[in-house]
């Protein structure tokens, strides 16, 4: 009986490290795995970033026959709540 609880024993400690190597193996790999994430995310930002750069204008002048309409409607509100500022409208009232 003694020798089942010492092979028992031996067994369970066996265990028990290897547990605690592949704990340790699994937690430095995820934070380098991490380390890298975060990496590759600011670098992707980088990138994103300058892509948006370059390819924004580009997009705006290719949408612009598509928006120029809107724009013209809008630039002649525009002139005419300002044209309308300058002036006071008369009330057609006479009392000075």
Do not use: D, Q, Y
């Amino acid at each position: 009986m003694i020798e089942l609880i010492v092979v028992v024993s031996l067994f369970g400690a066996l265990w028990l490290a290897a547990s605690l190597i592949g704990v340790v193996f699994k937690l430095t790999f995820a934070l380098i795995g991490g380390l890298f994430g975060m990496v590759a995310g600011a670098v992707g930002l980088v990138f994103g970033g300058i892509a948006l750069l370059v390819v924004a204008p580009l997009v705006a002048i290719a949408l612009l026959p598509l928006c120029l309409p809107v724009l013209l409607l809008a630039a002649l509100v525009w002139a005419i709540v300002r044209a309308n500022k300058r002036a006071p409208a008369s009330t057609g009232s006479c009392a000075h």
